[in-house]
């Protein structure tokens, strides 16, 4: 299958950018590609045309931190947010205290094992 890094459009507090994405290898197994947002988290209609076109076309969407949680819990899709809760009313709305580690899964996400991933942005 595909897989597909997304990475901040800009410098945005301490979330990767291109150059950090390259820093580290990830082009060595993924194709990076940019949100075109310099804005914490995901929020969709910040991002460029592109990048909506392949976060609706992706199979598997994994969004890390509590940021991107924020900005797509609502989203409909194969979407799974991992994170570490911050604050009270993140730790509302997913029932777990402030310090929890979660693996969120989305509304329209596929996980039982038989619905295999192909193409992970």
């Not at 299958?1 to 580290?24: I, Q, W």
């Not at 947010?81 to 996400?109: D, Y």
């Amino acid at each position: 299958g595909t897989v597909t890094v997304a990475v901040r459009g800009g410098p945005v507090l301490n979330d990767a950018t291109r150059t950090d994405a390259r820093a580290a290898g990830l082009e060595e197994f993924a194709e990076i590609i940019d949100s075109g947002a310099a804005v914490p988290g995901t929020a969709l209609a910040s991002c460029s045309r592109t990048f909506r076109r392949r976060f609706r076309e992706a199979d598997l969407v994994i969004a890390k931190g509590q940021g991107n949680f924020e900005t797509l819990h609502q989203t409909a899709g194969p979407l799974f947010c991992l994170f570490r809760v911050k604050c009270e009313i993140v730790a509302a709305q997913t029932g777990h205290p402030i310090g929890s580690n979660l693996i969120w899964s989305g509304p329209g996400a596929r996980t039982k094992p038989e619905q295999s991933q192909q193409n992970v942005l």
